[in-house]
Each structure stands twice: as C-alpha cells, then as structure tokens.
C-alpha cells in the first residue's frame, strides 16, 4: 500500500498501526503539552491576587512572588536534560506519564496551599513532573512521525505552545473572576486525568535499543551545571545587579561545572550525548537562535503585563484577550512554516523570521501611554507570524540532526537551551528595565522617607502600591511613574531587538540553507550522509516501536538481502543481528534500494 506521502507500508520505519493513528497521537501529545505551557502563563496573571492577604490570597511577599515561579523554573530547567536522557533509555510513553501524573499532584497541593513557602514548594514538584513532559512530547512525535511529516508536525507543535502562552491569561482571568486563586492549579487536574487517559490507550511507547552503560557522572555534572546556571542568573534579576559577588561566582560555578560536562563526555566511551553533535551548523545554529530568541522573547513578554495592566488599566482578562493575535499567527503560520523552508529553504526563512521578530521588539517603541491599543495588536500579531517561521524550521533541523533513537536527547538539549534562554532574558532584561526605571523615578520619590523611598523605586507596581497608601498626596507619584515605565520599556525592547538581530545574523551565517541539486542526488544515487544514514537505521528497526499491545510490527522484522549482492553483510548498516546470522531488520540505504526479502 502507498501512502498519501509515497512511502509505501514495507518502506516506513513506523508500524502501520501506529502511522495510521499518527495525527490522533499528535492531539494527545499536543494536549499534554498544553497544561504544562499553559499553566506558567496563567499564574503570571494570578500574582496580584496570591499577593493579596488572607483570604483572598496567601499575603506572599513580592521575593516570595518570585520563587513561586522561579522554582518552577530552577528545578525544570535543571532536570530537563536528564530527563530526555531517561526517555530515550526507559521509554518515553512511561517518562512521560510519569511527568503528567506528578505534573497533576503538584497542581493539587499547589492549590490546596495555605503558605507562600507550600506554594514554592508545590511549584518546584510541579516543575519536576514538567521537566519530564516536554522532551517526550516531542520525542514521541519524532518516532511516530516519518521523516518526511515530522516538519509539519513541529509546525503543529509549535502553533499549540503559542496557543497555550496566549490562552493561559484569559483562562486564568476567566478562573480569578469566578473563583479563588487556587482554582488556576486544581483546573489542571481533570485535565491530566483525561490526558493519561488518552495517554495510555494512544500513544506507543519507544526507546533507544542500544543505550549503551549509563553515565552517571555527566548526569549529575549536567544537573548541578544547569542547577547553578539557572540559579544565579535568577539571583542576579532579583538583585537587578549582575556585579553582586554571590551572583557571579554561582553564574562562574555553574558555566565551570558545564565545562568540565562536556570535558567529560568528549572523553566518556558512553557519553550522555554526543558532544560531537554541536559540530554540525544544522545543530549549533539553531540551538543558538532558539536561546538567542527566547532571551528577547521572554524579557519582553515579562513587561508586557505591567503596561497593558499598571499603564493602560487593563483587567487581568483583557490583558490575556490582548495576546491572543500572538497565539493566532503562530497557530495559523507555524504549521504552514515546512512549506516555505521548502521552497526557500531553512536559513532564509528562519533569517526573515527572526529579522521580523526584532522588528516587532523595536516597534515596542512606538507604545506610549495613550498610543491606540491597535497598534500593540498589529505587533503581537507580526511577532506570532515571526515566531512561526522561526521556532518549526529550527526545531526541525535540531531533531533531524540526531538520528531517531536520540529523539529524547535532542529534545532535552532543544528545551533546555530554550528556558535557559528564557530565563537569562527575563533576569538580564527585567534587569536592565528595573534599573532604567529607578533612574527615571528617583527624584520623584525624594519626598519619602529613605526606606520607603527605595521600596517604591523597585518597580511600576511598587510605586502605585505606595501613592494608593499615601491617599490623595500619592496620586502625584502615578504620571511620574507611567512615564518613567514607559521610557524604561523602550531602553528594555532596543536592547531585547538586538539580541533577536544577533539571532538572526546566527542563523544567516551557520544554518544551512536549500540543499544543491546535486547534493540531493548524491543522497539518492551514492552512499548517505551521516546523520540520513542513522535515520535510514532507525527507521527500519534499529529504533524500537511499541504499540499499545506491546508487540512489533511484522514488517520490522523480515529478512535482509545482502547489501553488496555478494553474501557478505554490512555490519555498520544492519544493526543487530538474530542467532545464525538471519538481521534483525531490513536497512534501505538513502534512495530506498534495499528491501524486503521475500
């Protein structure tokens, strides 16, 4: 049988039970997905009311605002990698129930919280379970996918975590309007019990057959780098200040730690991943676009909150309204992104996407205090639709440059770069508009007292705290501090533009663009290239495929006819082999000549 794609059933690497549910399974995946992304966003909109006293709220303080979502961030971050890692070694259906069904625990206690320290608490075990949900998602995707789908299926991927980003500030204004700040984590618990649901009847279990020894070591120099990295970059935007000791000496500590990672698994003879990976431009490059934009992305989104909501006064559910033109280009170009990168190629459409990001950054400049909320609109709208030509094509090339059986790793390294990225970009920036905004605020604050006076400098939301307390006196401090926010927001987007132009000068000189005509031949008439030679492996049995009944597809399974026509097999092309010399499975080389003895 010949599928819609011209990859007949003997042909795929996948099971046809498996291939023909594939889209199904996306859905499944995509919903999993969601909770994760969407949850972050909601509570972003939830910090006001959790701030408030009891019972309204749990009266946290604003550095206690803070580790309820930095230690989501801490412990996520740090286990990311890892927990690729297991997915590839145990199988990724298992990781990932696993990180849904205590994804769904900590939702519970979090909600069910009666102390800001519960609520960080609660939070960092809902940012282990995410950790294991991420990578898998797309892992899974990988091996369910033939190669030939698996850029538009990214595409989907994609489009679904803008519209989780977009939609969680509505849901969460929806949920404030009608119940208690709790109701914003306990909503995700029907949802992870249907999700597992799902789960278990849909989704195929995979793994890497050969995973070789463990390396315990580079495990734990990956969690303690990564755990120090994030750490003090996190420090250092509460501090607003990059010089403290205490941050630079955990930032040194944690790159120190990485270092001697990669010293280790360059020497390891069972690396945790394969440092040789970073050599390919296809790969290097677009892990570096994805933390470059990231870095700029997040800053910004960050910000964005307190002008539609300190500046303009808008609700908490008007502002998530506002950002839904985001979630609707990425939703309406990120799918269609393969088709482009078809035509023009990877490197030219990830430039202009990444050229329009930061020219809708810089556009952040035109937004004053009265500026027509259209505008912001028109933006949010180009920076969705530069997001979606960006984040499909890079995310492809980074899974496309491992083979198959390594979908966990490259997932893990794929998402790690990204919150890494992340969260320097909201330290760095948050920063450097907290700084900015004290300049411009200090004099007009000399009439407090010292102590107060330097509370109200932290931030926007500080300020007006401050002049609502002071009654009719303080209403003199609101105009001072709008347009102080306003100049500090515009020094913040030309410095979160730059970065995405770094990104896109990254991408135009290191991602490779269309492959030559003569290339493309050479793939079909001579021997592959490396990384099309693993996944001709992995797609024809070197990668192992489970359905939901445990049992592997026939076809995976026949008799290989000899690759030189001589008798003689080729060790490096079929794998495994069954007792008496009969191969575990059969290896088409690039052009699909080999096949399927009879």
């Keep these: 049988m010949v599928t819609p794609t011209g990859t007949t059933a003997a042909e795929r690497g996948v099971p046809e039970a498996v291939h023909r549910r594939r889209w199904l399974i996306l859905s499944v995946l995509m919903f999993s997905l969601l909770i994760v992304v969407l949850d972050n966003s909601i509570l972003n909109v939830a910090m006001k009311t959790i701030a408030a006293p009891p019972p309204t709220g749990l009266g946290a303080t604003q550095s206690e605002l ?10 996520f971050a740090g286990i990311l990698f890892t927990a690729g890692l297991l997915g590839d070694r145990l199988g990724r259906k298992k990781v990932l129930l696993f990180g849904m069904a205590l994804f769904g625990i900590g939702s519970a206690l979090a ?12 939070r960092a075990l809902m940012g282990f379970g995410g950790a294991f949900v991420m990578p898998a998602t797309l892992a899974i995707l990988m091996n369910v996918f033939e190669r030939d789908e698996q850029p538009k299926a990214i595409g989907i991927w994609v489009g679904g975590v803008g519209l989780a980003i977009a939609i969680g500030p509505v849901t969460g ?3 404030l309007e009608h119940f208690w700040w709790g109701s914003v984590f306990l909503v995700n618990v029907p949802i992870v019990i249907l999700g597992l649901a799902a789960m278990l009847l849909l989704v195929p279990d995979s793994r890497d057959p050969r995973p070789g020894r463990i390396d315990p070591i580079g495990v734990l120099l990956s969690v303690v780098g990564l755990v120090l990295l994030v750490y003090g970059i996190i420090q250092g935007g509460r501090l607003a200040d990059f010089s403290d000791p205490q941050v630079l000496g955990t930032i040194g500590a944690g790159l120190a730690v990485l270092v001697l990672f990669v010293l280790h698994e360059k020497r390891s003879d069972h690396p945790a991943i394969d440092i040789g990976y970073f050599r390919k431009p296809a790969f290097s490059a677009a892990v570096a676009a994805i933390a470059l934009v990231f870095f700029a992305l997040m800053g910004v989104t960050f910000f964005t909150v307190f002008y539609t909501q300190s500046v303009r006064g808008y609700s908490p559910l008007e502002t998530g309204v506002l950002i839904l033109p985001l979630a609707a280009a990425q939703m309406m170009f ?3 992104a393969p088709l482009v990168v078809e035509r023009f190629g990877a490197r030219a459409v990830c430039t202009g996407g990444m050229l329009l990001v930061a020219a809708t950054l810089a556009g952040f400049t035109l937004l004053d205090q009265d500026t027509p909320i259209w505008v912001l609109e028109v933006l949010f709208f180009l920076q969705g639709a530069g997001m979606a030509h960006t984040m499909p094509p890079v ?10 059986e390594k979908a966990g790793s490259g997932s893990a390294v794929n998402n790690t770069f990204r919150q890494v990225g992340g969260a320097l970009g909201v330290a760095v920036l948050g920063s450097l508009l907290s700084a900015t905004y004290r300049v411009g605020i200090d004099d007009e604050l000399a009439v407090l007292p010292p102590g107060l006076r330097h509370a109200a400098g932290e931030s926007i939301e500080a300020t007006l705290g401050v002049a609502e307390r002071m009654g009719p006196e303080g209403s003199a401090l609101v105009a001072p501090a709008n347009a102080a926010f306003i100049h500090a927001m515009h020094v913040t987007v030309v410095g979160a533009a730059g970065v995405a132009l770094v990104g896109a000068l990254v991408v135009a ?7 030559k005509p003569s290339e493309e031949q050479g793939r079909t008439e001579g021997g592959p290239a490396e990384e099309d030679r693993l996944a001709a492996v992995d797609r024809t049995g070197a990668m192992e495929l489970v359905d939901e009944t445990g049992s592997m597809e026939a076809d995976k399974t026949g008799a290989m006819e000899p690759a030189d026509g001589t008798g003689a097999m080729e060790a490096d092309e079929t794998g495994s082999m069954e007792p008496g ?11 699909g000549r080999g096949s399927t003895a009879p």
């Design 334 to 336: 990120a799918p269609r």
């Design 173 to 175: 204004g929806l949920l």
């Design 395 to 404: 995310t492809t090339s980074i899974m496309q440059s491992l083979p198959r």
């Design 581 to 591: 010399g009969t191969p575990a499975a059969e290896v088409p080389e690039a052009g």
């Design 111 to 122: 909600a069910l919280s009666d102390s800001p320290g519960q609520l960080i608490a609660f």
């Design 509 to 515: 000189l290191f991602l490779p663009g269309r492959p």
């Design 66 to 75: 803070e580790w309820a979502i930095n230690s989501y961030t801490l412990v």
